[in-house]
């Protein structure tokens, strides 16, 4: 079973930030924060991970609390284009393979 | 460069038959996962290779499902005796070694009738 919660849907104006939260209280030391998406009929995309740090990149920024029990993902100036599934899963370091839950369906508004 | 390839991209099959579906990794990832995907659902893993052998099959709902990856490149998911409960997107994704981000392609849709 998928160690993490999510909201099941989102919206969020154009233009806006989209904030996605994510729980995962039971995260163990040595396992990373990873959100990966899907837009429709594509196959998922990776975004952005981290272990406790916040971390950015050009898609988005990962905050992660200091316990660890939960996570946010910040897409800075949401587009029609990131209208997809969002997904956080909590992995070991060597990634060998991913738990997958329903993710989180953001809808970005015009 | 090219991203991971997989074909065919739809595969209609009738109850019974056995189908293959093949996934092109990106060239030099030794790591390549299947995963399958049913409507409204996240995806589920199957197997894991690393290089030639499956480092991870627990994955895999029973032994109709087969796969294989020879040289450590191309791989194929094999189903024997399809049924409608195959019916699915199935995923392949690959890493290469060292790396954190899994590379997906985009899918072959299987619908047994």
């Known amino acids: 079973d998928a160690k993490t919660t999510q909201p099941p849907s989102m919206d969020c104006a154009e233009g806006r930030a989209a904030n996605l939260p994510c729980n995962h209280s039971?995260?163990?030391?040595?396992?990373?924060v990873y959100w990966y998406r899907q837009i429709h009929s594509q196959g998922p995309q990776y975004i952005i991970h981290g272990l406790k740090n916040n971390e950015t990149n050009e898609m988005a920024s990962l905050i992660i609390t200091e316990d660890r029990k939960s996570s946010t993902l910040i897409l800075p100036h949401a587009t029609l284009r990131d209208t997809a599934v969002y997904y956080c899963?909590?992995?070991?370091?060597?990634?060998?393979?991913?738990?997958w839950g329903l993710g989180t369906s953001l809808a970005v508004n015009p | 460069g090219a991203g991971v390839s997989q074909t065919p991209s739809n595969k209609v099959t009738e109850k019974g038959k056995y189908v293959e579906l093949r996934c092109d990794p990106i060239?030099?990832?030794?790591?390549l996962y299947w995963y399958r995907q049913s409507l409204g659902q996240g995806p589920e893993f199957l197997i894991y290779f690393q290089g030639t052998g499956a480092a991870d099959d627990s994955g895999l709902p029973n032994d109709r499902f087969f796969a294989v990856r020879p040289e450590g490149s191309v791989s194929t998911l094999k189903i024997q005796r399809t049924e409608r409960g195959d019916s699915a997107v199935y995923l392949c994704?690959?890493?290469?070694?060292?790396?954190?981000?899994?590379?997906f392609g985009q899918g072959t849709r299987l619908t047994v009738v």
């Open positions: 899963i909590v992995n070991g370091g060597n990634n060998r393979k991913l738990i």
């Open positions: 060239s030099g990832h030794t790591a």
């Open positions: 994704a690959s890493r290469q070694t060292g790396g954190t981000e899994a590379f």
């Open positions: 039971t995260i163990s030391g040595n396992e990373y």
